[in-house]
């Protein structure tokens, strides 16, 4: 080899070299770029399984802040929420921590508005005894801080607040990181808030419409309630599922809406009914059946308690007349709590049973009247318990 030739050589050889060593720093840069994509992926999975279905705000709440501490690595960590009915208030918070007064007073709402308003995270590092941020006094034993905004623009907004990260500063990384965490269950926390307020209005309209039958005529004031309070009563007493019991409570408000086309005169009547009058009452079943038909939500066991609820096991009921297991399961479920609450109850003509001659009736009625079973389930379950009140049943 020539001088010249081996001068060249050695020259590729430190090019190539610097060209392996450039390749390594950008593998290893992409590699660690592929760790925190897998960390955030794989926080993501967490994350979506965990919250899937979950139309529970203080459950996501709960979910958020232990995923903030596990990643984030702070001492402490807090969710502070506010609702359009509801004032900021502390939904869940890791290791309380002196100074924790701090959280539920109005330095922390003015706080936790800023954050919402500036609508990025927010890192404090190095913070001394005193520190103040924006006018806003932070507590004494805060050395670092890290919130970001959950939710800022949905009907239920807040902020994730991380203090005290045990080693070294905030980073922006920590930041990207709990700002997707407050992102995902920022959207679960509005499908729970948004669930949970069409639910209440759905329970109100049900109430209203249960309240409005029953006005009708002043003897039945309550009735469909208490009915309903009877019919979960025995339905929880059997340990039936969540579901069905959403079911009885629907079903059980709505028994009886078919009244609303008997005339009041005979709903009210101060005594007893003439055969034709009764034949007038007897179709209020399938007259709420007519009137409820329509939704299609309500087909089955809903439907079915409100057609249902005036058949007898020994086939002498109506409005079909059948018999035993024939009748469907919640027709006979509040044929037992609709048959209790209208025996204790005064009529015009009669004083209510007291609760025992009540029980003694359904329990000799049980296997003719009542289905045996639950008939004697609801004895056994009421023999220590008090009569349902209107204003304490909490549907
Ligand atoms: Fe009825
Ligand atoms: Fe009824």
């Known amino acids: 080899m020539t001088g010249q030739s081996s001068a060249t ?3 590729e050889v430190s090019d190539l070299k610097k060209e392996a060593s450039d390749l390594q720093h950008e593998v ?6 592929l760790g925190e994509a897998w960390e955030e992926l794989s926080l993501f999975y967490e994350l979506s399984q965990s919250l899937v279905g979950n139309l529970d705000i203080e459950a996501a709440g709960r979910t958020l802040l232990q995923q903030a501490r596990d990643r984030i690595d702070g001492e402490g960590a807090v969710i502070l929420l506010q609702t359009p009915e509801e004032p900021w208030k502390v939904l869940e918070q890791t290791q309380p921590l002196k100074g924790n007064e701090w959280l539920s007073g109005p330095e922390a709402q003015s706080l936790a508005g800023r954050i919402l308003r500036r609508n990025r995270p927010l890192i404090l590092n190095q913070l001394s005894d005193g520190a103040v941020w924006q006018g806003v006094p932070l507590p004494v034993h805060w050395r670092s801080l890290l919130a970001v905004p959950i939710n800022p623009k949905g009907s239920i907004q807040g902020i994730l607040l991380v203090w005290n990260k045990r080693k070294g500063p905030f980073t922006a990384g920590d930041g990207k990181l709990l700002s997707a965490i407050a992102t995902l269950a920022g959207g679960t926390m509005e499908s729970a808030f948004l669930y949970r307020r069409l639910s209440d209005t759905y329970q109100g309209i049900l109430v209203s419409l249960a309240t409005a039958v029953d006005a009708k005529s002043r003897w039945t004031a309550g009735h469909s309630q208490r009915t309903t309070g009877y019919a979960l009563a025995l339905a929880e007493y059997m340990n039936l599922p969540a579901d069905y019991l959403e079911k009885v409570r629907t079903s059980g408000l709505l028994h009886d809406i078919g009244k609303i086309g008997v005339p009041d005169a005979i709903l009210d009547k101060p005594s007893d009914l003439t055969p034709e009058e009764f034949e007038l009452m007897k179709q209020h079943p399938e007259i709420g059946y007519r009137i409820l038909q329509g939704i299609r939500q309500f087909h089955g066991d809903i439907l079915d308690g409100v057609l249902y609820h005036h058949e007898r096991v020994d086939g002498r009921g109506y409005p079909k007349g059948l018999s035993g297991e024939n009748i469907p399961f919640m027709g006979r479920l509040l044929a037992v709590a609709d048959g209790f609450d209208a025996m204790i109850s005064d009529r015009p003509y009669r004083p209510g049973k007291t609760k025992e001659e009540a029980l003694e009736e359904i329990r000799t009625g049980a296997g003719t009247h009542w289905d045996k079973q639950l008939a ?12 349902l009140k ?6």
Do not use: C, Q, T
């Not at 290893?28 to 770029?33: E, Q, V």
């Not at 004697?376 to 009569?387: A, H, I, N, W």
């Open 28 to 33: 290893s840069d992409l590699a660690a770029k």
């Open 376 to 387: 004697l389930k609801f004895v056994e379950m009421m023999k220590d318990r008090p009569l």
């Open 9 to 11: 050589f050695k020259n």
């Open 390 to 395: 209107e204003d304490e049943i909490n549907l």
